[in-house]
């Protein structure tokens, strides 16, 4: 499963950025799609994520400021990101947990490559 994210960039404190994510390969379904974050010098944080009968979940830093949304027929994965923040700057990565075998029931979480989401004050 490979995840490509894009999107990012540079913007001013109280712009708007929407950040997208493409899961590609062989799977057979992909239960959780979501959004993290690292800021330098700290952790990888998780920002937001969506299941696929669209049940969402915000970190309380980005609750009503963020969307989440998803295209399950895609495979795509947004993070409208509204009302920016100087704290919000982070490379942002996209995440999946996706089922790859008929045979099996596990789950395996991927990782995308990140994009770098900066916000000048």
């Known amino acids: 499963v490979q995840l490509q994210a894009s999107g990012g960039g540079l913007v001013q404190s109280g712009g708007s950025l929407r950040l997208s994510c493409a899961a590609s390969?062989?799977?057979?379904?992909?239960?959780?799609m979501g959004w993290y974050r690292q800021a330098p010098g700290k952790q990888r944080e998780l920002v937001a994520d969506?299941?696929?009968?669209?049940?969402?979940n915000y970190a309380e830093s980005v609750k009503g400021r963020f969307t989440i949304s998803r295209d399950n027929a895609q495979n795509w994965v947004y993070l409208q990101m509204n009302s920016l923040k100087p704290e919000d700057t982070a490379v942002y990565y996209c995440?999946?947990?996706?089922?790859?075998?008929?045979?099996?029931?596990?789950?395996?979480?991927?990782w995308g490559q990140g994009t770098l989401v900066t916000v000048s004050s």
């Open positions: 969506i299941t696929s009968g669209g049940i969402t």
């Open positions: 995440n999946c947990n996706a089922k790859v075998s008929y045979k099996s029931v596990d789950y395996t979480n991927y």
């Open positions: 390969g062989r799977f057979v379904s992909i239960n959780v």
